[in-house]
């Protein structure tokens, strides 16, 4: 069992999420572009958010994934989370609030989540995965350091109004041990 964790930065604090913040959750899911590039379902319902947070709580309880709502100002910005944490490794996702887009909040939280990964966790691999196309999101693993390792194939799969399509995924990778510089793809 893992104990909640809130980090903070020069500008956010970072705590696991709430029922408070379904509400924040419902509204941003309601973007296209989180439902276009994220494993979000679409239609997003607010049963969907009340879910979800449920599902981060069990996640902190069983010590498989960890997830933080980041705030700026008290205000909810997004969320950024290290799921399917075994063998000393996990995936790292992201996103923003559509008011909280370009402020560098993202790079930022997900920093802290990646210290805090290489740090307390003492995990030793990061995994990022991103629908081809999201070209935010590949930005922000590229100012974390991370490398692109390739293109997968029908790789990502994502429930668009009631039925699942497979989509061709982007997949990066940082190590403990590289360095946490900007990194630079052609993609």
């Not at 309601?30 to 709580?57: C, M, N, W």
Request: net charge negative; charged share 25%.
């Amino acid at each position: 069992m893992a104990e909640p964790v809130t980090l903070r930065t020069d500008r956010l604090v970072l705590t696991p999420p709430t029922s408070a913040d379904a509400d924040a959750v419902y509204e941003a899911c309601q973007d296209p572009e989180i439902q276009k590039f994220t494993t979000v379902p679409s239609p997003y319902r607010h049963d969907h958010a009340t879910g979800f947070i449920a599902l981060t709580e069990k996640g902190w309880a069983d010590g498989t994934s960890f997830t933080w709502a980041f705030r700026a100002g008290g205000e909810f910005a997004g969320l950024v989370g290290l799921d399917d944490v075994r063998d000393g490794s996990a995936e790292i996702g992201f996103w923003a609030a559509p008011s909280a887009r370009g402020s560098g909040y993202v790079t930022e939280a997900a920093r802290a989540a990646v210290d805090f990964a290489f740090g307390p966790m003492r995990l030793s691999r990061l995994e990022w995965h991103a629908v081809v196309g999201n070209e935010a999101s590949a930005r922000v693993a590229q100012k974390l350091g991370f490398q692109l390792e390739g293109t997968r194939r029908s790789a990502l799969s994502h429930e668009f109004d009631g039925r699942h399509v497979r989509f061709d995924g982007w997949l990066a990778g940082l190590l403990s041990t590289d360095p946490r510089t900007e990194a630079t793809w052609s993609i």
